[in-house]
T-cell receptor, first 112, second 114 residues
Framework: QQQVKQSPQSLIVQKGGISIINCAYE??????FPWYQQFPGKGPALLIA?????SEKKEGRFTISFNKSAKQFSLHIMDSQPGDSATYFC???????????FGSGTKLNVKP | NAGVTQTPKFQVLKTGQSMTLQCAQD?????MSWYRQDPGMGLRLIHY???????DQGEVPNGYNVSRSTTEDFPLRLLSAAPSQTSVYFC?????????????FGPGTRLTVT
């Protein structure tokens, strides 16, 4: 049973468009929510992360929106570029931050 | 800094064989973890360590052993390989700064069990 549910499984966006990936969780003990970007043949790399005490965090073209009451969070990629084409994973961690639970991943393809 | 290194990059095993996946980090991170990545499943935590001499189980620990004798190294042992252990294995190390947790992943080991 996956503790973090991620959708969609795949996403095609035109260059310059907005990519939106959603995640949902049930465990209210989770208090740290990172997003990772993974290119083929590489390990995941931390992109951006948020704690539940804020509703939004922005870093460049990447924004996390967080809805604590709905237990949902999402990644928005503004002005999507072909170089953003990768697989994106959301994750969640409880107070013991060594235990990260990952979503199933979203493969993003940004068309030129 | 080399970051997190993993060896080997690829490995083929026969059912029943044992082997050790190596992981090392040179960032002096206290925390290290092993994940497996399977299509459609994301990454699942196998074992993790909060420091030298301290390890604990993750979501999918069966069939794997770990030890942490030094801060730098965190090997993963497959005791008796099974086809269900065919996967890509990632090692990660992490630290905490200002309440934020930075987790760094190695390049992965692709394991096939026949």
């Amino acid at each position: 049973q996956q503790q973090v549910k991620q959708s969609p499984q795949s996403l095609i966006v035109q260059k310059g468009g907005i990519s939106i990936i959603n995640c949902a969780y049930e465990n209210t003990a989770f208090d740290y929510f990172p997003w990772y970007q993974q290119f083929p043949g590489k390990g995941p790399a931390l992109l951006i992360a948020i704690r539940p005490d804020v509703s939004e965090k922005k870093e460049g073209r990447f924004t996390i929106s967080f809805n604590k009451s709905a237990k949902q969070f999402s990644l928005h990629i503004m002005d999507s570029q072909p170089g953003d084409s990768a697989t994106y994973f959301c994750a969640a961690s409880p107070n013991n931050f060594n235990k990260f639970y990952f979503g199933s991943g979203t493969k993003l393809n940004v068309k030129p | 800094n080399a970051g997190v290194t993993q060896t080997p990059k690829f490995q083929v095993l026969k059912t029943g064989q044992s082997m050790t996946l190596q992981c090392a980090q040179d960032m002096n991170h206290e925390y290290m973890s092993w994940y497996r990545q399977d299509p459609g499943m994301g990454l699942r935590l196998i074992h993790y360590s909060v420091g030298a001499g301290i390890t604990d189980q993750g979501e999918v620990p069966n069939g794997y052993n770990v030890s942490r004798s030094t801060t730098e190294d965190f090997p993963l042992r497959l005791l008796s390989a099974a086809p269900s252990q065919t996967s890509v294995y990632f090692c990660a190390s992490s630290y905490s700064t200002g309440g934020n947790y930075e987790q760094y992943f190695g390049p992965g080991t692709r394991l096939t069990v026949t």
